[in-house]
């Protein structure tokens, strides 16, 4: 080997050890397993909608199906910024992985639950982005896609990175990927009661 590559791989090795461990291969499957199958649930629940039923609202002061899907969409670049941007490039706090050991399906199961109410950031709130369902779509798609190759590429040591999130506490990077999951599959939830709703228009 020579003097440079030797060098070169030193400070790769050095670089890494820095960083933190990165996921295992089964996190990052498990990670792109749940989030394509809570795409899977939110697609569904929007497929086919006609447009009264896509803006119908239950009461004023509750959000149409259109509003959820928005608010799922606009949320993807937000988590997707936090653990990458933010997270990913805070100080490693391993001594802080024995708070957070075990939290994984807590937070999937938290998250998702709908008997915990919650008010969103105003920045996040539903405010008639895009002027078509297929627009929307489309935007979510681009963003659930980037947080999959994130996933499955990154060397980050997101297992080291840690913050607090309301319903849950403290949390590391990976588990917020899994949250960002469970976001989605929570406002599905709120989409299908609206489509439960006895007013909810038949077609």
Not at 61 to 83: G, M, N
Not at 96 to 111: H, I, N, R, S, Y
Request: hydrophobic letters at 40%; one cysteine or more; charged letters at 25%.
């Amino acid at each position: 080997m020579t003097g440079g590559r030797f060098i070169w791989l030193a400070v790769l090795m050095f670089a890494s050890m820095a960083n933190g461990q990165t996921l295992t291969p089964g996190e990052r499957q498990r990670a792109v397993a749940e989030l394509q199958a809570s795409r899977k649930v939110f697609l569904d629940a929007i497929r086919g909608l006609s447009p009264a039923q896509w803006n119908f609202k239950p009461t004023p002061d509750r959000w149409s199906v259109a509003e959820c899907a928005e608010h799922i969409a606009v949320t993807e670049d937000f988590y997707y910024d936090l653990v990458a941007n933010q997270l990913a490039k805070s100080a490693a706090a391993p001594e802080k992985k024995a708070e957070v050991a075990g939290k994984d399906d807590l937070v999937l199961k938290t998250m998702a639950d709908r008997n915990s109410k919650r008010v969103t950031g105003e920045s996040l709130e539903p405010k008639s982005r895009w002027s078509t369902r297929e627009a929307l779509t489309a935007k979510f798609n681009q963003s659930h896609d980037r947080l999959i190759a994130y996933v499955n590429s990154t060397s980050d040591g997101l297992r080291e990175r840690f913050r607090a999130h309301r319903a849950v506490g403290l949390i590391d990077g990976y588990q917020w990927i899994l949250l960002a999951s469970g976001h989605v599959r929570r406002h599905t939830a709120q989409i299908d009661e609206v489509k439960a709703h006895p007013g909810f228009p038949k077609k």
